[in-house]
């Protein structure tokens, strides 16, 4: 049924859950596994003459970060015999990144961890996935 599943990770312990659960699918499915993480541009605006990091390093530790997330989603896919395509992108806004790289390599499932915040902090802080669901036309499975 799925032939291209996407796993976007931010490194956290609900995201290794749905690695886990894209990692299942795509072994029942037959189907290939990418991953993604996205890394957040530098703060440009905030540059003065004091920079507590220096633009390069900052973006350098960010790829290491962004690189070390996706290795371990491909790490546990090679443990249950599966390949993982890994991809790090830049973009300011996280769910707009996941549904652009989704498009372009002809994803036809995303999943998605949630968080599970709740009432004011789920207001203030808003959701990824809440954003990848309202703003895409591609099948989103969360995992809770």
Same mark, same amino acid.
């Given at each position: 049924?799925f032939?291209?599943?996407?796993?976007?990770?931010?490194?956290?312990d609900? &995201?290794?859950? /749905? +690695?886990d659960? %894209?990692?299942? =699918? $795509?072994?029942l499915?037959?189907?290939?596994?990418?991953?993604?993480?996205?890394?957040?541009?530098?703060?440009?605006?905030?540059?003065?003459?004091?920079?507590?990091?220096?633009?390069?390093?900052?973006?350098?530790?960010?790829?290491?970060?962004?690189?070390?997330?996706v290795? &371990?989603?491909? /790490? +546990?896919a090679? %443990?249950?015999? =599966? $390949?993982?395509?890994a991809?790090?992108?830049?973009?300011?806004?996280?769910?707009?990144?996941?549904?652009?790289?989704?498009?372009?390599?002809?994803?036809?499932?995303?999943?998605?961890?949630?968080?599970?915040?709740?009432?004011?902090?789920?207001?203030?802080?808003?959701?990824?996935t809440q954003?990848?669901?309202t703003?895409?036309?591609?099948?989103?499975?969360?995992?809770?």
């Amino acid at each position: 049924m799925f032939k291209r599943i996407l796993v976007p990770t931010d490194g956290s312990d609900i &995201t290794r859950k /749905a +690695a886990d659960t %894209a990692i299942a =699918l $795509a072994k029942l499915h037959g189907a290939q596994l990418l991953t993604l993480s996205v890394t957040e541009p530098f703060p440009y605006a905030a540059v003065s003459e004091i920079q507590p990091v220096p633009p390069q390093e900052f973006i350098d530790a960010q790829q290491r970060i962004a690189s070390k997330r996706v290795e &371990t989603i491909t /790490a +546990a896919a090679a %443990a249950q015999g =599966l $390949a993982c395509r890994a991809h790090t992108v830049e973009a300011l806004h996280p769910w707009e990144a996941i549904i652009d790289h989704a498009k372009t390599e002809g994803v036809d499932l995303i999943v998605m961890a949630s968080h599970g915040r709740r009432g004011v902090a789920a207001l203030l802080l808003g959701s990824e996935t809440q954003k990848v669901l309202t703003h895409t036309d591609l099948p989103v499975l969360v995992v809770k």
